[in-house]
């Protein structure tokens, strides 16, 4: 495991497809902690947690597939992504959708601080609640149309605003300390 | 969800610089077994589905190439009678490694990457077993086979399986 840790991610993908688990062992311990907070930063830290496994499982079964001569990262990436799209599009996301109270969505954004400290924390949201918070209140998008164009459901986009918000409020709280 | 390329760099830009949160012991605990048995699955598991597979092709190739006689199809065709051409020796010999060979190369179908390392792992062991297991299955059938007979067609049916095992590991698109 020593000697594993001094080799690149592209030769750890390689011993890792020809069957060497401490490989695989070694490129866990070298990024799960960056898929985690990535996931963390879209979805609940519950949902992160099975996204994570998904995301090491489907590297997992499709080992294979990748090749050594091309980077490793972003194909962690893109698949770390895709468990993330394929969650966004799962009938399972119903579970999720309890519990959200869509009337405590403000109407407007919150008149915590000025302009320039919500420009900062929007700034400080990961892309898709960005996106999504400055279609809604911004652009004065629907749900509906929001959901359209981030190819997700209505519920979800609503979800994902809230989620926004509530970031966004932490993120000004925080500042004024 | 659909996004833009320079979206896309953005969003790995930021993958990229994250420092890492900690992920809870219980998750990677559960994530790193969970591929570890996946990669080390049960000798034996591995035996039964090789077993699984053989019980199959084995009993469908006896239509193009009965084994000491038994040929449940009724085929007018059988492959031992070329095989026959290089003496009886030979015959036994070839029926062995064609009856164990063709399971060999079909379970690629059926075997997984890690299931067929563990199948090359112990490669003697597994044809060995599923050799007499066939040859025990022939005499249960009505075989009559001499002991030298039964050896010949045994080493046959070793190298075939064994041969077929390391041809397919040895590929490089096996990695």
Sequence with gaps: ?177 | MKITEKEWLEDFKDFVSSEGAAVPQDVSRKILRRIHAEMNPSPWMVFFKLFGVHLVVGTLSLAICNQFGLNPFHTGFSLSEYFMKFGHSACMFLCGVLFIGLTISLCQIFLNRDEFRILARNVFLQVFGLAVFSLVAFIGFGAEIVLSIGLLWLMGAMIGGVVTTKAFISRPSFS
């Design chain 1, 1 to 177: 495991m020593n000697g594993l840790k001094d080799r690149s991610d592209e030769e750890l993908m390689t011993l890792y497809q020809g069957g060497d688990y401490a490989a695989f062992e070694c490129l866990y311990e070298r990024h799960s902690g960056r898929v985690f907070q990535y996931l963390k930063g879209k979805v609940s830290a519950e949902a992160a947690k099975d996204l994570l496994q998904e995301t090491f499982l489907k590297i997992h079964r499709s080992r294979s597939q990748y090749q050594p001569q091309y980077p490793f990262l972003p194909w962690l990436f893109t698949v770390a992504r895709n468990s993330l799209n394929d969650f966004f599009k799962s009938p399972d996301q119903k579970v999720i959708k309890i519990g959200i109270d869509t009337d405590s969505l403000p109407a407007a954004l919150p008149h915590i601080g000025s302009e320039h400290d919500l420009s900062a924390a929007l700034s400080g949201l990961p892309h898709v609640q960005r996106r999504a918070i400055e279609l809604r209140y911004l652009n004065e998008w629907s749900f509906e149309k929001i959901a359209d164009e981030m190819s997700t459901t209505p519920e979800n986009s609503r979800q994902i605003i809230s989620r926004g918000i509530k970031k966004m409020r932490s993120l000004l709280r925080g500042g004024k300390k």
